[in-house]
């Protein structure tokens, strides 16, 4: 890795870059959509960043694409380390329970956590058909 850490450092600068603005378009879409009483914004990029990350990982371990370093550092710690977000996460849904709505804050933590749990699991089950059509 040391030989090629100039490398690394860029590309997961340049997938940081690009998976920071596409949070800032994607949250900011579903928050002027569906309004900001409720962190939707938030929950959509962490929920479509797990699913990403589930179809990602079957990919890697079917030694495709994502098996490079290169390509890991690129999407995975560059884009999906920017593109999700649990410091925003985290400051909501304390907002949401200083602010009194506690079942709201309640709520968001357990619909986060069961649907970017369900979408993980989702994006490496997609991804099974994918593989067997592309190793045949």
Request: hydrophobic share 55%; charged share 5%; proline share 2%.
């Amino acid at each position: 890795m040391t030989e090629n850490l100039g490398l690394t450092i860029g590309l997961v600068a340049a997938g940081s870059a690009a998976g920071g603005m596409a949070r800032f378009f994607v949250s900011g879409l579903v928050a002027r959509t569906a309004g900001e009483m409720f962190p939707w914004g938030t929950m959509v990029v962490n929920v479509s960043g797990a699913f990403a990350i589930g179809l990602i990982a079957a990919l890697a371990q079917h030694h495709l694409v994502f098996a490079q370093p290169q390509a890991w550092a690129l999407a995975v710690t560059g884009f999906l380390g920017s593109y999700t977000t649990v410091s925003s996460f985290s400051l909501q849904t304390l907002a949401l329970a200083r602010s009194g709505h506690r079942r709201r804050a309640v709520a968001n933590v357990g619909v986060s956590l069961l649907l970017c749990l369900t979408a993980a699991a989702s994006g490496l089950l997609v991804a099974q058909p994918l593989l067997a059509a592309v190793t045949q």
